[in-house]
């Protein structure tokens, strides 16, 4: 079986239809609209690198006689942080299927409140079991958000500014991680909050934030892209209809017609089978692109996100309530990556921009590894070191998940980007937290040395893999990357992709 459902429970097909939404929504210009639909969408990442920086942050903390759980620092930044990323893996999977089925709007509300509910009984734990087994569900609804959102955000924002507003929205993750930092700062402080208090606390904050984001994501509206195909072509004319009406009374001024049509064969499901066949078969070159990009930017973050912190503590003697700020720093540095080089990914083009963040990320990686390597680095100077590695490395990285949600045709976007988001993130995200814990809780240089050799040269096999593979996807239309398998002449890869 392929995963295709019967025809007596759901057919296959509804109809053929001509429509002009694509080319509606790319010649919209900027708007309070997409304003409403960049908050509603893109602050997940806010809340994503506000969980896995306190993690990070305050490990030592929870690992200290006092905390509440008999738990020790490697646990949380090797054996949690591995879980968190396999719930995330598999959360991608299993709501990236439910996302292309059941539509964007639906999926990213269930997947808030799964993390909504995960974070708050994280804070909860009062057993080592407890805070591993939330830590899996809450990595279980930020996958979720990863398939669900990226696919949502470049289906709504128009293809002229899609790849900026795609980074700068994936890079928001690092104002969240600039938030976690800082907080854990203050929830450390045993003046102000008892040991068993203050980390709980933080993890409470991340709840809050996110309730404040659920109210402002009921307003985001259903793709129009995936209605057309899913039997809703009237429902996505008006919705698109009414945004055009709201910008022409905000701007003063009509609009522009659109630049064209496609006609599609609208269906209710796409099976397994047919996904697999047209990620691998159809689109080869883009498929080894797509896991190239994720294996190398997911064993650099996670392993560095998770354990930088220690290696703070470990390497330079700094206080564990003290490595909040330090992180606070090269956050900055990772956020300000995707802000200011977006617009080059727009404008210069996807595969110079690429390939060319990954393999210089690597390059300065691998001279970070030979300073420390020496003993010529100190706490302030290797946090510089990463700043500017992590300035080149965020916008690589950010770049990936446009990379899935743009180059494969629309009915298969949410379970791309979700599978090559599993696939990445298992092989690079799960064995990076564990090398590095294991590494660095060693007090060895060498042994930390080498975990940075891995990533770095993971960074740079990914650049020369984006200098070869990479999409010239910049300003084009969704459908003119990959046309929908919907469509009445679906293509091939060709010598544009």
Not at 182 to 193: G, N, R, Y
Request: charged share 15%; proline share 4%.
């Amino acid at each position: 079986m392929t995963g295709e459902p019967s025809s007596a429970s759901v057919p296959a097909s509804t109809g053929t239809i001509t429509t002009a939404v694509p080319a509606r929504l790319d010649r919209l210009p900027w708007s309070r609209w997409h304003w409403m639909i960049v908050i509603g969408l893109g602050t997940v990442w806010i809340l994503d690198g506000l969980e896995v920086t306190i993690v990070g942050n305050v490990a030592g903390r929870i690992a200290e006689e006092g905390s509440g759980l008999d738990i020790t620092s490697a646990q949380i930044t090797g054996l949690a942080a591995a879980l968190y990323v396999a719930g995330a893996c598999l959360g991608a999977l299993f709501f990236g299927w439910l996302t292309d089925r059941y539509g964007r709007r639906k999926l990213f509300m269930v997947t808030l409140i799964v993390y909504l509910t995960a974070t708050a009984l994280t804070a909860l734990s009062f057993e080592t079991w407890w805070f591993f087994l939330f830590r899996f569900l809450t990595g279980f609804g930020i996958g979720g958000e990863y398939a669900a959102i990226n696919s949502a955000i470049d289906e709504l924002i128009p293809s002229h500014y899609r790849g900026r507003v795609d980074l700068i929205i994936n890079g928001s993750y690092w104002l969240g991680a600039i938030g976690g930092a800082l907080l854990s700062v203050v929830m450390l402080d045993t003046d102000i909050f008892p040991k068993d208090l203050g980390w709980r606390l933080s993890f409470g904050l991340g709840v809050v934030l996110g309730l404040v984001v659920l109210l402002v994501r009921r307003h985001v509206p259903e793709s129009p892209r995936w209605q057309f195909i899913h039997g809703q072509g009237e429902e996505a004319d008006a919705l698109v209809s009414s945004v055009e009406r709201e910008i022409e009374e905000e701007k003063g001024e009509p609009l522009p017609p659109p630049a064209g049509e496609i006609t599609i064969h609208q269906r209710k499901s796409i099976g397994f089978g047919l996904i697999a066949r047209t990620v691998f078969g159809r689109y080869p070159r883009r498929a080894v692109l797509g896991l190239s990009l994720f294996i190398g930017q997911a064993f650099l973050y996670n392993a560095i996100t998770f354990g930088f912190g220690a290696i703070l503590i470990t390497f330079f003697d700094v206080p564990t309530g003290s490595t909040g700020y330090y992180f606070a720093v090269i956050a900055a540095g990772n956020f300000m990556g995707p802000l200011l080089l977006g617009k080059l990914f727009d404008t210069v083009g996807r595969r110079i921009m690429i390939s060319g963040t990954y393999l210089l990320s690597g390059i300065l990686l691998f001279g970070t590894a030979w300073l420390f390597d020496n003993g010529s680095l100190t706490a302030t100077t290797m946090t510089a070191c990463w700043c500017v590695v992590l300035f080149f490395a965020s916008a690589g990285a950010s770049s990936a998940y446009l990379t899935v949600s743009e180059i494969f045709p629309m009915e298969t976007r949410a379970m791309a980007i979700a599978f090559f988001y599993a696939i990445g993130t298992a092989a690079g995200g799960i064995s990076g937290p564990l090398i590095f814990a294991d590494l660095t809780e060693s007090g060895v240089v060498g042994e930390t040395v080498l975990a940075f050799r891995i990533g770095a040269g993971l960074m740079c096999a990914a650049g020369l893999v984006a200098a070869f593979l990479a999409v010239n996807a910049e300003r084009r239309s969704l459908e003119d990357i990959a046309t929908p398998l919907s469509a009445t002449e679906p293509k091939t890869e060709g010598a544009r992709g």
